[in-house]
């Protein structure tokens, strides 16, 4: 496991102190307000001052802050180390009764004085909503109270819900004014809040509207990460290690210069990098001299990151189906020194055709973004449910290319880490669940991570494997790092009894498991590029190709 001392091994000289600032934790607190997590002074007081990486709501976490005090080299581990064991618990609390209440929308997920319900609040009835609607929607006041009213009803629906009404009205409009009083289209509203209990939704739609700590991970090959520290802090940067979790990330909390432009950010010591996206690199735990895939690698913060695990020795090849991005990829790999790294450009449903083989393969596949919509807000209104249907049938595609391209065979690896920054179970666990059917062959293992979220077993009627607890997600509100799902295969040998054409054809046809539609890929498809190479490779050798051939 990848340890998060400032490279140990080197002892300080001195006691020179790190200029981060001392954390203040935004702890949930326990008192509470009578409006549950909802609208509370936690947005102002995260926005104030970006909080540490990894989860804040474990009361284990204010050992950090009693300490209080300057972040010294001394001391610098021993907090670093205190606060992700107190993260590592923090995020694994009550994840199986919250991930329960979200399912059941539970009575008792917000735990309130009676005293403090609204008593003058009422949910409109569907004319006044329209009514509502036809005016140009609700004051944000009105909305606000609202929502208050409403997580309260919902955290005891028998005691606080007016005669008559059903639960499912209280949801509709808790959903409804979400969409508003946040800015996304109803379906995603619903379809995100559908992932968490009530009060655990709206945590995750405010720290939506929070940006993430800024990361950066030291490039290994260029530097040492108390050495890029140390130049950093020179030029005025505030900043810390991110955690035990990585010895590489460091967090910046202020800048007086832009940290995307610094000497040793050209001099490509540092890569700038979401701390999210060190997880599934992480898990993927690539050896010196293996033949690593990144399948969907522009603009290469993973693939770098892979090339600098393997120390410049072996390969990767960083491969994205769109040429225009892989300029930005290619420009990475140079500016951080990767000498293992071969770029290309092929639809990853076409690999395992081009090539195969690989000790390890990473598929950070395409995604919706609901994990970084605090980056992308656009996300919040821009997605519709054909899009996830869309996604979701690509992801099905890429990941079983993704296992043929792995060599079962690898005498150090046979992996296959499939991530994501969305949230949604569609983009993920199902995704996951119809690799495992349609690929006997593989199996689900621990990804090694020291925390975050078990992955869905089973979600709104549907049963998935149960291996598929081994998957982790993380959130913004639970981890302070953008929303992140991660998996981890094993690829065994295939079954024998099959020939190897039998086995391309089941390869090349993915079936839609919703839709039953098959996705049939025209092995024909392939004479093009072979074609198409042949011709550079002649071309190359200084012949003359022969004339193309007519349709
Ligand atoms: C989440 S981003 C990858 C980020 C990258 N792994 C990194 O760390 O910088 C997904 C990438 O998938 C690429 N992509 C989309 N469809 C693809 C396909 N069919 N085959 C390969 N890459 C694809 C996109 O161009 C995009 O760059």
């Known amino acids: 496991m990848v340890q998060g001392d400032l490279d140990s091994d080197d002892e300080p000289e001195d006691d020179e102190p790190l200029r981060g600032a001392p954390q203040e934790f935004d702890f949930d607190s326990d008192e509470d307000d009578g409006a549950g997590p909802i609208l509370s002074t936690a947005r102002i007081s995260k926005q104030a001052r970006p909080a540490t990486i990894v989860p804040s709501n474990s009361d284990e976490d204010s050992s950090d802050s009693d300490e209080g005090g300057k972040i010294t080299m001394a001391n610098i581990e021993a907090r670093s180390r205190a606060l992700d064991e107190a993260a590592a618990a923090g995020a694994e609390i009550d994840a199986q009764e919250l991930r329960q209440a979200a399912l059941e929308a539970s009575d008792d997920d917000i735990d309130m004085e009676e005293e403090d319900i609204d ?38 629906f028998k005691k606080r819900a007016e005669k008559g009404r059903l639960r499912h009205e209280y949801t509709e409009q808790l959903i409804s004014d979400i969409a508003s009083y946040y ?31 800024v990361t950066i991970r030291t490039n290994t090959l260029r530097t040492r990460r108390r050495d890029l520290a140390q130049a950093l802090i020179n030029r005025g940067v505030n900043l810390e290690p991110i955690g035990k979790w990585t010895n590489v990330g460091l967090q910046i909390f202020e800048s007086s210069v832009p940290v995307g432009a610094t000497p040793e950010y050209l001099a490509g010591h540092y890569m700038l990098q979401a701390a ?36 410049n020795t072996g390969v990767v090849f960083a491969n994205d189906a769109n040429k225009a991005r892989t300029k930005s990829l290619t420009a990475n790999v140079h500016r951080l020194g990767c000498k293992n790294v071969v770029v290309c450009s092929y639809d990853g449903r076409e690999f395992p055709k081009v090539m195969g083989g690989f000790d390890r393969v990473l598929l950070d596949a395409p995604c ?24 979701s049938h690509l992801q099905k595609q890429l990941i079983l290319c993704a296992i043929d391209s792995v060599s079962p065979e690898s005498k150090t690896g ?102 039953g539609d098959e996705i049939g890929f025209d092995p024909n498809e392939d004479k093009v590029y072979i074609e198409k190479a042949k011709r550079r490779q002649m071309k190359a050798k200084g012949l ?7 349709e």
């Open 414 to 515: 046979g992996y296959l880490v499939y991530s994501t920054c969305s949230v949604t179970v569609d983009e993920n666990e199902a995704v996951v669940d119809y690799a495992l059917r349609k690929r006997p062959n593989v199996t689900l293992v621990d990804t090694g991570l020291p925390f975050g979220r078990e992955g869905f077993t089973k979600y709104r009627g549907k049963v998935f494997n149960p291996s598929i607890g081994l998957t982790r997600r993380f959130y913004p509100h639970a981890h302070n790092m953008d929303g992140f799902f991660v998996a981890k295969f094993k690829i065994g040998k295939r079954s024998k009894s099959k020939t190897i054409s039998e086995v391309n054809d089941v390869q090349m046809t993915v079936a839609s498991a919703e839709s």
């Open 544 to 550: 003359r190709p022969p004339p193309r051939e007519k």
């Open 368 to 391: 919706s973004g609901t994990g970084v919509i605090s980056k992308d807000s656009s996300v919040k209104v821009n997605k519709s449910e054909r899009d996830f249907t869309l996604l």
């Open 183 to 213: 800015g996304y289209n109803e379906f995603l509203a619903e379809k995100l809040f559908q992932l968490f209990s009530v009060a655990e939704a709206i945590e995750f739609f405010e720290a939506n509207e929070v940006p993430r700590p």
């Open 119 to 156: 008593g003058e609040l009422r949910l409109p009835t569907v004319t006044e909503r329209e009514e509502e609607k036809n005016k140009g929607g609700p004051d944000v006041h009105t909305v606000q109270q609202r929502m208050k009213h409403c997580v309260r009803v919902l955290g005891n």
């Open 276 to 311: 999210s996206s060190f997880l599934p690199v992480i898990a993927l735990s690539p050896q010196p001299n293996e033949r690593v895939l990144d399948m969907a690698s522009a603009p290469g913060g993973k693939a770098t990151h892979i090339a600098a695990l393997l120390q």
